[in-house]
């Protein structure tokens, strides 16, 4: 009978080039107005550490940004998934010199930019809140159906007779909702959001 043996050798390192930043906080907030949304990295450092690079990934396939606090507007309203990252520096000669790397992501809500045209009419909705009721104004003999949506974007209620004044469920949570149109050529548009 034959012994084997098996030689596990571990080489640990508590901060060496590639490792994640132990020594970076990363952090940022944002604010948005409509779908323009203003960045601001409140990331820090400690014990000789500094921020080298960043990079933002906007969570719309554009990945071009190494500013401090950057504005980016979006193409559709939404909610996207937001991450900076960060490569870290350790000063000290060409040998002792370590680098890291981190990365914080946060969701982010686009809005809205309130009216929109649609087939050449103009719409408005108002009041914004809503207050339990609101008000199309436009044209709606060509409406099919006007729907609230969450901020997911998921349906909550549809109105399928719309003349005018629209009485909200009560059952429905304070938040911020789409406000959706479908016409009876079967075309939809987000149309505005509505705080209730």
């Not at 559709?76 to 992501?105: F, Q, R, W």
């Not at 929109?116 to 099919?144: A, C, F, M, V």
């Not at 004044?165 to 016409?183: A, C, G, H, Q, T």
């Amino acid at each position: 009978m034959k012994n084997i043996f098996l030689l596990l050798i571990v080489v640990a390192s508590s901060t060496a080039n590639g490792q994640w930043c132990t020594e970076i906080v990363l952090n940022f907030t944002h604010s948005a107005s409509g779908t323009t949304v203003q960045f601001t990295d409140q990331s820090s450092s400690s014990n000789g550490w500094a921020i080298e690079k960043r990079y933002w990934d906007y969570g719309d396939s554009i990945v071009d940004s190494i500013i401090l606090n950057p504005v980016h507007t979006y193409a559709e309203p939404g909610i996207y998934n937001v991450c900076v990252t960060v490569h870290g520096v350790l000063p000290g000669d060409s040998a002792t010199e370590l680098h890291c790397m981190a990365t914080k992501c946060n969701q982010v809500q686009a809005l809205g930019t309130g009216i929109s045209n649609l087939d050449d009419n103009e719409w408005q909705i108002y009041p914004n809140p809503s207050y339990g009721r609101l008000k199309l104004k436009g044209n709606t003999d060509k409406i099919q159906s006007l729907s609230l949506c969450n901020s997911i974007g998921q349906v909550v209620y549809t109105y399928h007779a719309i003349n005018g004044w629209v009485e909200l469920p009560s059952d429905l949570n304070p938040d911020l909702y789409f406000v959706k149109i479908r016409m009876e050529n079967g075309k939809e548009k987000l149309i505005r959001h509505l705080a209730l």
